[in-house]
Every structure is written in structure tokens, then in C-alpha cells.
């Protein structure tokens, strides 16, 4: 296991520094820069002290210096310091990735909660109304925009209803976070039944379930001794892709609730070309899926010993 992790490290290792290169060069290359999005905001700013800002921010150095003293920078575990802000970019993050993370969590324990059963039951009643309905219900689940479903639950719930706060990160409470967290979860919960069905019923037609049949066993011992442990190595496939993407697909969500995270920040930052604000939302955006990805390649092996990577 630990030459797994080991081998884990040294891809993810591979693909960061892919990532930095690529996002550096992207928004060097790209027209524009910092100082010509104050403009484009309309501020009456002095060509000289436009100059004098971008000497400051050594936006006019050669390429390949700017790159280099990034990468040192980021070596020592600096990310820079903001252009709009003039705030080190780990501090601008340090607030903000709790904010995501936390409506992540939120959003795949919904989706879990409801997507696994769901898929459980239309899996054990194949063709009957509840599977109909369960799988309707998902494919609904993944044909609404995420930000349509968002609107329509701020409209019932809370300027009808006036049960949630409309948008808004509040003291961090729990009725601030359960909307934003509803609309973020609802797709994964839908891939998660659709999924958790089909793995179930192939499952299902194996043949050692027929033999675990064949010998007497009682169906629960099949279910939570076979048919659970054998579909589940697919469903964590989808809980663990979807977990990892949920901080960087989170970004339209915590626009529309007004959500503190890094996807808000990275729109923020996107818009001022704020380049090492981007660079560092988006290095922690690809962090976490990594690491819940090495994770789930971890729980792979506790789950099914059998399972070994080369």
C-alpha cells in the first residue's frame, strides 16, 4: 500500500506542475493584464501610473522570469500576493477553502444519503413503479441546470416559504448552508442512484451470488457480504469523482448563494485578471480532487484486497 500512495504522490506531484505550467502560460499569453481591467472598469487612471503599476507587478518582465520566480515562489509555499488585494493569496484561500469544503461536505453527504438507497431500492424492484420512479427522479436530477434548480429552491423555500435565507454564508450556520448544499448535491445524488442501480443489478447476475443462493444463505447475508462490497467498488468510483470536482464545480453555485468560497474568489479574480488569485484557487481546486482520488484508490484495496495497481 505504501508504494501505492508512493506512486500516487509522484502522479500527483506530475500533474500539478502540469497544471501551474498551464494555467501561468494560459494567462500570459491571453491580451490583457490587470491594469487593463481598472480600465475596462472605467477608472480614469494616468498612462504613467499605469506604467508605474505594472513595473510594480513586474507584469512586463520577460516570460520566463515571471515563470521562474513563480515556481520558486510556490517551492517555498508561496503563492504570491494578490494584485487587487495586495494580501498573501494563502491568506485571501485560507478562509475561503474552509467555506467550500464545507458545502462540499454538506452536498456529497446529501447525495449519498439519498442517491445510494434510492438506487438500492429501484435495483431490488427492477421494472416496478418504484424503480420507475427512482430513476425518473435521477434523470430529472441531471437534466436540471444546477443553477435553474438553485433559483427555484430560493424562490419556494425561502421567499415563500420563509423557511432558509435566501443567500449568504450568515455566522456559518446550518440554515444558510442547506441550499446552497441541496443545489450543489443534486446532480451528484441522481449519478450516484443511477449508478448504485446498475452496479447493484450486475452485480445481482453473478455467479457467486447464484452460488451464495445455491447453498442455502439467507438474502440479507448475500446483500451486506457480496452484493454491497462487490457493487460498492463502482459507486465510490462515482462518490469519489464526484467529491473531487465538486470544489472547482461549485463555482456557479456559491456565485448564485453568495457563498464565501473558492469559486466565488476565482470568478472574482478571473474577472480583475488577477493572476496569482487565479493560479492559487486553481492549484487548490486540483489539490483536493487529488487527494480525495489517493484516497479513494486507498479505500479500493481495504475495500477489495484483490484489487492491486502495477
Not at 286 to 292: A, D, E, G, K, R
Request: aromatic share 10%.
Amino acid at each position: 500500500m505504501l508504494m501505492v500512495i508512493a506512486r500516487r504522490l509522484m502522479q500527483a506531484l506530475l500533474t500539478v506542475a502540469v497544471v501551474v505550467t498551464l494555467v501561468f502560460l494560459l494567462f500570459s499569453v491571453i491580451p490583457g493584464s490587470f491594469v487593463t481591467s481598472l480600465v475596462g472598469e472605467k477608472r480614469d487612471i494616468d498612462p504613467k501610473v499605469m506604467a508605474r503599476i505594472e513595473e510594480q507587478l513586474h507584469l512586463n518582465d520577460p516570460l520566463h522570469e515571471r515563470f521562474g520566480r513563480y515556481v520558486a515562489d510556490l517551492a517555498r509555499g508561496d503563492l504570491g500576493t494578490s494584485f487587487s488585494t495586495r494580501r498573501p493569496v494563502i491568506d485571501m484561500l485560507e478562509s475561503r477553502i474552509v467555506a467550500s469544503f464545507r458545502l462540499a461536505c454538506a452536498a456529497i453527504l446529501f447525495a449519498v444519503a439519498i442517491g445510494l438507497p434510492l438506487g438500492f431500492i429501484a435495483a431490488s424492484r427492477p421494472g416496478s413503479w418504484v424503480d420507475m420512479a427512482a430513476m425518473m427522479g435521477a434523470v430529472s436530477g441531471l437534466s436540471v441546470p444546477g443553477f435553474w434548480f438553485g433559483l427555484l429552491a430560493m424562490y419556494f423555500f425561502s421567499l415563500q416559504l420563509g423557511w432558509l435565507p435566501t443567500f449568504g454564508y450568515g455566522q456559518g450556520g446550518l440554515q444558510h448552508l442547506i441550499l446552497p448544499a441541496l443545489t450543489l448535491g443534486i446532480g451528484p445524488m441522481a449519478l450516484l442512484a443511477r449508478t448504485t442501480r446498475a452496479a447493484v443489478l450486475e452485480v445481482r447476475g453473478a455467479d457467486f451470488i447464484r452460488t451464495a443462493r445455491s447453498k442455502g444463505m439467507s438474502e440479507t447475508r448475500i446483500v451486506t457480504r457480496h452484493l454491497a462490497r462487490n457493487a460498492f467498488v463502482l459507486v465510490l468510483t462515482t462518490i469519489g469523482l464526484q467529491f473531487g470536482s465538486m470544489l472547482g464545480g461549485s463555482v456557479v453555485i456559491e456565485s448564485l448563494f453568495a457563498w464565501p468560497g473558492v469559486g466565488s474568489l476565482l470568478i472574482q479574480s478571473v474577472s480583475l485578471r488577477d493572476i496569482p488569485a487565479v493560479q492559487g484557487c486553481i492549484l487548490v481546486i486540483v489539490l483536493f480532487f487529488l487527494l480525495i482520488n489517493t484516497l479513494v484508490d486507498i479505500a479500493y484495496m481495504l475495500i477489495d484486497p484483490r484489487i492491486r495497481y502495477r
